[in-house]
């Protein structure tokens, strides 16, 4: 737990030193003479770069809603800053239950260390059914990429091949004589061997729920 901690606090802290880093780009662009490039150029290459990597997927799940702040303020028992919502009084907002990180499947598979022990929101399409509660996401997108194996411990409806799903959960490393004594598998055997020799060194998904996307390619 202290390590995921201070992962997490060492990613923050190097994100915002290149987000200053980008800042003072834009400060000092007029003294930016070493090389013949034009203002604008320096500007556009910040700031592209700088919003590619500041921004993150995320998942939100909610109710969708008129949004009347005074209403929200008597649920809620919030106090409000108005200025801030004046744009957005009287339209439809998504009153949040909950919000998690929505990484691609190849994002995770790619660098499995930035969300082990995570709670994620992932969609993708499946694409290797083993059994009722084990399947793959297929991740085409990133070179160097795997697929990412879904472990769905407690499945509550069928899924099917090409089907496309958001699952959550919460990402972890395979050890299979954890998931045996955690879950019920039912795993005979050869689904055991077969699964140990592929994913003993890769990250499994353990699933909490499993529907079908609004949300594709």
Known sequence: MNQSLSSTSTSLIITALIAVGFALIHIFSRSLRFIQ??????????????????????????????LVVADIEREYNLTLDRQYYTDYENKPAIIAQSMALAPDPGDITKNPQKYYNQRLAVTG?????????????DEEKLFGATDLLVLNPQPKVAVQDDQFVAVTGVLRPFVLADFEREYDLGWDLQLKQSIEAEYSTKPVFVADSVYPSAISD
């Open 125 to 137: 399409e499946i694409e290797d059914i083993q059994n009722a509660n084990i399947f793959t996401l």
């Open 37 to 66: 490039i034009p203002r604008s150029r320096w500007l556009s290459g910040a700031g592209g770069v700088s919003v590619a990597y500041v921004f993150v997927h995320i998942q939100v799940t909610g109710i969708v809603r008129n």
